[in-house]
Structures are given as C-alpha cells and as structure tokens.
C-alpha cells in the first residue's frame, strides 16, 4: 500500500550542499539559542509575548528543522518551516539593526546589518529549495 505523496524535487549537488550548509546553520544558530536565550532578548520587538520562551522554542525549532532536512521523508517540510522561521525572525533582525542593538559577538555595524537583511530573502529561498520544495530557478520550464 503506498500513500500520497507531495512531490519533491529531484537532488543534485548543488541542492546538497545547500542543505548541507543550512543544517550546520540552523544546527549551530539553534544551540546558541537554547545556550544563552538571554543575549537575544534585547533584539526581539515588543509585541512578542514571553521573549524568553519565544527564544527557546525557536531554537528547539532550527535544530529540529536542521534534522528533519537530513531525512528524506521530512526534508520538505522542513525546508518549508525553516523558510517561514526565516520569514518570522526578520523582525528582530530589523529592530536589531535599526535600533543599533549589539549582541555579542555579532559586529553592530551597517556592514554586517545591511548585508544580513538583504540576504534574508535568499536564506527563504534557500530553505525552499534545499528541502525541495522549488526547484526554481533551476528546474527547466514546466508542459
């Protein structure tokens, strides 16, 4: 018996070492997260409730995003949810640089900031296309 399945795109290498990459990020990001929730609070906007938590459960939530891509069965899914994770932490990433909030050891310069904020459409896309869930741009015109 076989059960419905969403189609994922096909693997190539460069797919792989995307995934790869965004495993050791989200793996490594999320146990800062979880290691010292403390340093983050600063950074996140007003209008979340319980800061703290919020930290913790999104640290839970990239490394188990950085795990789920190394199954196949969960790889889209999880390329999904870290793209939407990526989604809902720009607000923070906007009020951090905006507001010129230092967080050890990351620079708090216009360097770092701008370059950051501007690649985080491509960390969304990346998230989508390393677990397969696009295969924008590279995918060929579609019949």
């Known amino acids: 018996m076989t059960g419905a399945r969403t189609a994922q795109a096909p693997d190539g290498p460069g797919r792989v070492w995307l995934r790869r990459g965004l495993v050791g990020l989200y793996g490594l990001v999320g146990a800062v997260h979880l290691a010292s929730p403390d340093t983050l609070i600063p950074i996140m906007p007003a209008w979340v409730p319980e800061p703290r938590l919020v930290i913790l459960g999104t640290g ?84």
């Open 60 to 143: 839970l939530c990239e490394i188990a995003g950085a795990l789920a891509l190394t199954s196949p069965t969960w790889r889209r899914a999880a390329g999904i949810g870290l793209a939407l994770y990526a989604l809902c932490v720009w607000p923070a990433n906007v009020k951090q640089a905006i507001e010129g909030i230092v967080v050890p050891p990351l620079p708090d310069s216009w360097w770092y900031h701008g370059p950051r904020l501007a690649f985080q459409p491509v960390l969304i896309w990346v998230g989508l296309y390393a677990g397969g869930a696009i295969d924008w741009p590279f995918g060929g015109a579609r019949r």
